[in-house]
Antibody
Framework: EVQLVESGGGLVQSGGSLRLSCAAS????????MHWVRQAPGKGPVWVSR????????SYADSVKGRFTISRDNAKNTLYVQMSSLRVEDTAVYYC??????????WGRGTKVIVSS | QSALTQPRSVSGSPGQSVTISCTGT?????????VSWYQQHPGKAPKFMIY???KRPSGVPDRFSGSKSGNTASLTISGLQAEDEADYYC??????????FGGGTKLTVL
C-alpha cells in the first residue's frame, strides 16, 4: 500500500526541540521531492519546507527558516524535520507530503505538535 | 503571503451541485496551472481530488470537477452525496517550489 506515516509529535515547552519522522512505503521514495506542511487548529494548511529527491537542495518558509532542518534517508525511506527553538505558534498537525509535478499528491495522517508556554 | 481565499462554508441537498471558489493572485492561482483540491474528513489525511486545475486522479468520481478563470479556481461537486460532507481545501503552486493553501471550506450536505 502506498502510504506515508508520520511520528515524533508531542508536547514540548517553548524553546524546546523535536524531531519528526515520516516513513514512506509502497513507492520508490528516492524518486520524489518531499515536503512538510502544517495545519494549526481550525486553520488551513501552510507549507513549511521541501527537499529534493537526493537531499541536495532544501527550502523553508520564512516562519521556520533557521529553526527547522529538513532531511531524508533514502536507504531507510524516511523523511525528517528537526525542529528547534519551538514557539507556541508552531503548534499544529504536521503532515509529510509527496510532491508530484508541483502538486501535493499524497499526504500522511499527520503528527500533532503542541508547544506550551 | 496570505492564504488563498475560500468561503468558510457551503451547503447543498443530496443530488444538487455546489461550487467552491478559491481566489489567489497572479503569483499563485493566476500564474500557474497547478491548482489542486483536497477533501478532508475529521481526523483523516487530506485526499487528493483534483490536480492541474481540472484533472482527476484515478478513483475520484467524475462528479468532482475543477476549473480556473484568472486568479480564481473553482471546485464543483455535482450529484451531492452524504459522504461528500467534509472540509475542502485548495492549493496552488506559488513558485520557488512552494505551495499556497486556502483556508478551507466546510461542505454540509443537508
Amino acid at each position: 500500500e502506498v502510504q506515508l506515516v508520520e511520528s515524533g509529535g508531542g508536547l514540548v515547552q517553548s524553546g524546546g526541540s523535536l524531531r519528526l519522522s515520516c516513513a514512506a512505503s509502497g513507492f520508490t521514495f528516492s524518486d520524489y521531492w518531499m515536503h512538510w506542511v502544517r495545519q494549526a487548529p481550525g486553520k488551513g494548511p501552510v507549507w513549511v519546507s521541501r527537499i529534493n529527491s537526493d537531499g541536495s537542495s532544501t527550502s523553508y518558509a520564512d516562519s521556520v527558516k533557521g529553526r527547522f532542518t529538513i532531511s531524508r534517508d533514502n536507504a531507510k525511506n524516511t523523511l525528517y524535520v528537526q525542529m528547534s527553538s519551538l514557539r507556541v505558534e508552531d503548534t499544529a498537525v504536521y503532515y509529510c507530503v509527496r510532491d508530484s509535478r508541483y502538486n501535493p499528491e499524497l499526504w500522511g495522517r499527520g503528527t500533532k505538535v503542541i508547544v506550551s508556554s | 503571503q496570505s492564504a488563498l481565499t475560500q468561503p468558510r462554508s457551503v451547503s447543498g441537498s443530496p443530488g444538487q451541485s455546489v461550487t467552491i471558489s478559491c481566489t489567489g493572485t497572479s503569483s499563485d492561482v493566476g500564474g500557474y496551472n497547478y491548482v489542486s483540491w483536497y477533501q478532508q474528513h475529521p481526523g483523516k489525511a487530506p485526499k487528493f481530488m483534483i490536480y492541474d486545475v481540472s484533472k482527476r486522479p484515478s478513483g475520484v468520481p467524475d462528479r468532482f470537477s475543477g476549473s480556473k478563470s484568472g486568479n480564481t479556481a473553482s471546485l464543483t461537486i455535482s450529484g451531492l452525496q452524504a459522504e461528500d460532507e467534509a472540509d475542502y481545501y485548495c492549493c496552488s503552486y506559488a513558485g520557488s517550489y512552494t505551495w499556497m493553501f486556502g483556508g478551507g471550506t466546510k461542505l454540509t450536505v443537508l
